[in-house]
């Protein structure tokens, strides 16, 4: 099987796009979600996103160990981009103003992982 993404040291991915590959820093990723069989890689500094197709479970295991975290069964989110959270509505907000929804259950492992860096010394 073929991967086309790399995470050697967790700086930078590779991403296959028709027969074009882009390397792209973590760090630049707001959020990817996908719609069927394809996935959307949205950049901050982009306004269209990259598509690939590769599952999200694919994505979630290579950005296991950097500040990723699923908020649904159809997004991933960077977690550095976060700007505001609102749990009764169930809303986050991205640094370039991207409203996403959260499901009930990663509801709370968001509360967990957002007091855990505020009590972070």
């Known amino acids: 099987m073929k991967k086309d993404f ?3 040291n967790q700086q930078k991915i590779i991403l296959s796009e028709k027969g074009k590959y882009t390397q792209v820093e973590i760090e630049n990723i ?3 979600y996908c719609e069927g069989y394809l996935s959307f890689i949205k950049l ?3 306004e269209n996103p990259i598509t690939v197709s590769r599952s999200l479970k694919s994505f979630e295991h290579a950005l296991l160990d950097v500040q990723f975290m699923r908020i649904d069964r159809n997004c991933i989110i960077n977690l ?3 700007t505001s959270f609102d749990c009764k509505k169930r809303q986050i907000m991205l640094r370039e103003n991207t409203i996403l929804k959260v499901s009930r259950r990663r509801c709370s492992e ?10 972070r010394p």
């Open 110 to 119: 968001l509360l967990e992982f957002f007091h855990n860096e505020q009590n």
């Open 44 to 46: 901050i500094d982009k």
């Open 6 to 8: 790399n995470c050697q």
């Open 80 to 82: 550095k981009n976060v």
């Open 30 to 32: 707001s959020h990817i």
